[in-house]
């Protein structure tokens, strides 16, 4: 009998995720309550920033980033295309205009210099993507930022978790977005947290998740009117939407992120595993590269392979299609990260994008290939992954 397939990730979730989550559900708060600001709190603490907004995804992260950023019609946000959709699609809810930047060849992380080149007058912001769980070239980036006044936003939805040099992911840019989709390092079903050292930023934030709303009496423009208390007066300021993150979901939330620390120690052991075992399938097969620097936090364990180099060996044509379905199976799922996103239609018809604007990670897009990296994984799911890819790739 065929085993089951071992998906390319998946989440953890054990008795006390269940148990945090049933107590919600038996409280007097199922929405906005006491466990949003426990959950944003210990995030912040998590990864040294002053504050966390949690919100209902990594996307409304994204966008709630670009609109505390001011980000709007006729400004240019430089992003990396080998990266998930939402990283670029967030400038263009604001109407702005995603300017991809292509990324390094060993890494597939947004490339400083090709960033330099790509700056406008109309440049306001770059996202940054820590691709795979390995954090972006942070002091690169910051120094550009810096230098022309852009704000530096983090798409660290894979890098829970991970640090450059001794400081964690999610206190490096001025903005940095978190998701806990069920793929990611910690779930709450769906959901999202940006965290930000800055108050103002912060406070647009809270007030884009909830229809650009305050309550708040001492930020009210009309008091004049309203000069004795009145309970039921709160003012719309801004344009905002409903990004609230529930308090179930922010239950299980602060339940998964005590455990992150052992998540990761199991994804970092799993990939050493592979790197080890992979080493000798070089240079058919290659892991990305590593940073000495960082602390990795592979989200994703990609490994680039030269099909058609696979194809010349075994004197049979091997297509990356033939090989995810030899993976299959023996029972291995894989996965592609990413499309180049300014190849999607829509950035080709919007914008005009199409091939040959970021060809490193075009070039990229043919190789890579996701393998299994979860920390449920077991020894014997990683031998059985090892295993299957030394069969389908090694001669
Ligand atoms: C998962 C992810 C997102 C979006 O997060 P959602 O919670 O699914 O909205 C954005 N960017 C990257 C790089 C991601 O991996």
């Known amino acids: 009998?065929?085993?089951?397939?071992?998906?390319?990730?998946?989440?953890?979730?054990d008795a006390d995720d269940i148990r945090a989550v049933a107590r919600v559900l038996k409280s007097d708060w199922l929405t906005t309550g006491p466990m949003v600001m426990r959950f944003e709190r210990a995030l912040a603490k998590k990864v040294g920033a002053k504050y966390a907004v949690a919100v209902n995804s990594g996307t409304a992260a994204l966008h709630a980033a670009m609109f505390a950023a001011g980000i709007g019609p006729g400004d240019e946000v430089i992003v990396p295309p080998i990266t998930f959709a939402a990283s670029a699609n967030c400038a263009v809810f604001q109407g702005a205009?995603?300017?991809?930047?292509?990324?390094?060849?060993?890494?597939?992380?947004?490339?400083?210099?090709?960033?330099?080149?790509?700056?406008t007058k109309r440049t306001r912001a770059i996202v940054a993507v820590d691709y795979a769980g390995h954090p972006c070239n942070y002091s690169a980036l910051r120094a550009i930022a810096k230098k022309q006044g852009l704000l530096l936003v983090a798409d660290a939805c894979h890098a829970l978790g991970a640090a450059y040099g001794k400081k964690p992911v999610g206190s490096l840019a001025d903005l940095n977005c978190f998701s806990f989709h069920p793929v990611k390092h910690i779930t709450t079903g769906e959901g999202g947290m940006i965290t930000t050292d800055n108050a103002k930023l912060a406070q647009r934030m809270r007030d884009f998740r909830t229809h650009g709303i305050t309550r708040d009496s001492s930020r009210f423009s009309q008091v004049s009117s309203f000069q004795f208390p009145v309970s039921h007066y709160y003012e719309m300021q801004s344009?905002?939407?409903?990004?609230?993150?529930?308090?179930?979901?922010?239950?299980?939330?602060?339940?998964?992120?005590?455990?992150?620390?052992?998540?990761?120690?199991?994804?970092?052991?799993?990939?050493?595993?592979?790197?080890?075992a992979f080493r000798s399938l070089s240079p058919a097969l290659c892991?990305?590269?590593?940073?000495?620097?960082?602390?990795?936090?592979?989200?994703?364990?990609?490994?680039?392979?030269?099909?058609?180099r696979l194809a010349r060996r075994g004197g049979i044509g091997k297509s990356r299609a033939e090989v995810v379905q030899a993976l299959r199976e023996f029972g291995v799922g894989t996965q592609v990260h990413y499309i180049p996103v300014h190849l999607h239609p829509f950035y080709r018809e919007r914008f005009g994008y199409g091939p040959g604007l970021c060809p490193v990670a075009e070039a990229a897009y043919e190789r890579v290939l996701s393998?299994?990296?979860?920390?449920?994984?077991?020894s014997g799911d990683v031998k059985r992954v090892i295993a299957a890819v030394r069969k389908v790739v090694g001669t």
């Open 97 to 119: 205009v995603p300017v991809f930047a292509d990324v390094e060849p060993a890494t597939l992380l947004l490339d400083p210099k090709q960033v330099a080149r790509k700056i």
């Open 1 to 13: 009998m065929r085993r089951k397939t071992i998906p390319y990730g998946r989440q953890s979730v």
């Open 371 to 378: 393998l299994p990296m979860f920390p449920a994984m077991k």
């Open 287 to 308: 892991p990305l590269a590593v940073s000495a620097s960082v602390r990795h936090a592979y989200h994703l364990y990609v490994v680039q392979v030269d099909f058609p």
């Open 239 to 276: 344009l905002g939407y409903n990004y609230r993150l529930s308090d179930i979901n922010c239950a299980l939330g602060l339940s998964q992120l005590g455990k992150l620390d052992r998540f990761v120690a199991r994804r970092r052991a799993i990939a050493a595993e592979y790197d080890g």
